[in-house]
């Protein structure tokens, strides 16, 4: 078990955010990552579309003997990772926004939320600000049409830009202090988002998180792999190979693959 991957999937290139931080952290283990970029947006699917794309990726994935699994996409994990969890003998890291470090940490008690509505609307979401930011104004946002923009590797262009500012406008007016990503295709956003923000503003994802919740589960289960080789990463896309290549630019001599899922 031990020398077996870690599989990982988003509806698209995002989650190559996600398999960064994992690289980071965890540099000897195999990594298989399907980007189901056909399907994007997940956002705006119902919950039985995304769990039953949840479940083809998963199974996918554990044909091919994987460990542990990353659900790299927030919409995923908020609407189907309980459903996953029940179906499946596999540990599985979720990731959702992280909007308990932002409640803690906010000084304006005012914290922003940029997120997919299918993220937004999930019972999973709403029970976290429940539990979590009780006396902290939450400024939700769905991020309507960034998704698709990213998935075609235009995150500086004039239409994100437009589209950001008409986002950030109202919680910028309700004066946050922290800007909560809740998507894994939005930490690329982060230089434009930099640039329409007021510069107290810090933003803040859930990647590093996720990283050393993965670290814990496969240290507990005494999975991690041994022998101190540098791991192996493939990618997987079923649409653009190009544009998922893009996002790994800066990551050295990675296998990108074109195959339907
Ligand atoms: N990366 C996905 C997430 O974290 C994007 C969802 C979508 O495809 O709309 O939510």
Redesign the pocket.
């Known amino acids: 078990m031990n020398n077996c991957p870690i599989g990982m999937f988003?509806?698209?290139v995002?989650?190559t955010s996600i398999w960064k931080e994992v690289r980071k952290l965890l540099p000897n283990e195999d990594t298989i990552f399907l980007a189901d970029s056909k399907n994007?947006?997940?956002?705006?699917k119902s919950e039985a579309e995304i769990r039953s794309l949840s479940v083809k990726n998963t199974e996918l994935l554990l044909g091919w003997q994987c460990k542990l699994i990353i659900v790299?996409?927030?919409?995923?994990?908020t609407n189907v990772i309980d459903y996953l969890r029940k179906t499946y003998d596999v540990p599985f890291i979720g990731?959702e926004p992280a909007i308990k470090p932002a409640a803690l940490k906010s000084t304006s008690k005012t914290v922003g939320i940029l997120?997919?509505q299918?993220?937004l609307s999930s019972s999973l979401f709403h029970s976290t600000a429940e539990n979590y930011a009780a006396g902290i104004q939450i400024i939700e946002q769905e991020g309507t049409g960034l998704?698709p923009l990213i998935e075609l590797g235009k995150v500086d262009s004039e239409e994100t830009r437009t589209l950001l500012k008409r986002y950030l406008t109202p919680m910028i007016a309700a004066n946050i202090d922290y800007l909560v990503l809740?998507?894994?295709?939005?930490p690329y956003l982060v230089p434009v988002l930099k640039s329409l923000l007021p510069q107290q503003v810090k933003i803040i994802d859930s990647g590093a998180a996720v990283a050393r919740q993965t670290k814990a589960v496969l240290e507990k289960n005494h999975v991690l792999k041994e022998d101190g080789k540098k791991g192996n990463s493939v990618f997987y896309t079923n649409a653009n190979l190009h544009t998922l290549k893009g996002f790994l630019r800066d990551s050295g001599t990675i296998e990108v693959t074109r195959l339907d899922f």
């Open positions: 988003d509806s698209g995002g989650g994007a947006p997940y956002g705006e790299a996409c927030n919409t995923a994990t990731i997120a997919t299918g993220t998704v809740g998507c894994t295709h939005y």
